[in-house]
């Protein structure tokens, strides 16, 4: 068995800038992994079959499976005569803005490249990634990026400085494409994105406190009114500042100091059952 890490995802920045004749947004947003991942178990199967299993109860364990699909896109565009059991133990909240699932497929390709003896470099995997899901190329990177297009063109950044990350997701799933609906491009207010590189390239922890930004929070606000008083709570118990992740629902604080994290993880756990407090990661992955 082949075990791959399958870290979670937050925006520091998102931005949409306008909307492509292919009716995807054209999006610039900057990424970073969080040490809060799924754990990718790959098992060679002899009998050819993509079998899927996951300790999430609520992870479809077919081809609608983000990991399934990279297991079949890998076995298809390399004639791949074995099958693989792929098992996900779920640590990423489902349907949350953290790109649990395009993670497990990214953990999936970087793991059936060694498992398959297939060699191929990370950037290949990462142009199979695109034809998955949009976050799927920055996944397979991992660290921090740059994503611009409709997420897939990656550029590298330095990583975060180092700091604490308090997560918080309500009870409820948010659907991307009904936020992206949402959406009025006349009236948003742009993160200052080129602000964050400058932080991230400076080390600078304020900076990157003030540049935090993210176009879809307030139409997810408007949708669900939780996440906004999520948002409230954890700046009032004490975080340097807050965001909400992708198209939501989870929103992150950060924090610099320890002594803090206690009391905002357990203020916030009055409010909402899942919590989480982790570190940033920021490095770029290795081949599996």
Same mark, same amino acid.
Request: charged content about 20%; glycine content about 10%.
């Given at each position: ?73 890998? %076995?298809?565009?390399? /004639?791949?005569? $074995?099958? #693989? +059991?792929?098992?996900?133990?779920? @640590? ?117 406190? %003030?540049?935090?930004? /993210?176009?879809? $929070?307030? #139409? +997810?606000?408007?949708?669900?009114? @939780? ?62």
């Amino acid at each position: 068995m082949l075990y791959v890490k399958a870290p979670a995802k937050i925006n520091l920045t998102l931005d949409v800038l306008y909307k492509r004749p292919d009716n995807y947004h054209e999006v610039e947003m900057i990424m970073t992994t969080i040490d809060l991942a799924d754990r990718i178990g790959l098992q060679q199967r002899m009998d050819g079959k993509i079998v899927l299993q996951s300790s999430s109860g609520i992870v479809p364990e077919d081809e609608r499976n983000l990991a399934y699909q990279a297991a079949k896109l890998l %076995k298809n565009t390399y /004639n791949i005569q $074995e099958g #693989v +059991t792929v098992t996900i133990d779920k @640590e990423i909240p489902v349907a949350a803005g953290l790109a649990g699932g395009s993670s497990d497929a990214a953990a999936t390709l970087r793991g059936l490249n060694k498992l398959w003896n297939l060699n191929l470099s990370i950037d290949t995997l990462a142009e199979l990634g695109a034809k998955i899901g949009s976050d799927v190329p920055f996944c397979v990177y991992g660290g921090t990026a740059l994503a611009t297009g409709r997420g897939e063109k990656i550029k590298p950044l330095p990583a975060p400085p180092n700091c604490w990350v308090i997560l918080a997701k309500p009870k409820i799933g948010v659907s991307t494409a009904h936020v992206y609906g949402g959406l009025n491009l006349e009236n948003i207010v742009h993160p200052n994105t080129e602000q964050m590189i400058r932080s991230l390239k400076e080390n600078d922890y304020n900076l990157m406190c %003030k540049s935090l930004g /993210n176009v879809l $929070e307030s #139409v +997810t606000c408007n949708l669900y009114p @939780e996440v906004a008083i999520i948002k409230e709570q954890m700046i009032r118990f004490g975080v340097d500042a807050a965001l909400m992740s992708g198209s939501g629902p989870t929103v992150f604080g950060l924090l610099n100091s320890e002594s803090r994290v206690n009391r905002v993880y357990n203020g916030l756990k009055g409010f909402c059952e899942e919590v989480y407090a982790v570190r940033m990661l920021g490095g770029r992955n290795t081949l599996a």
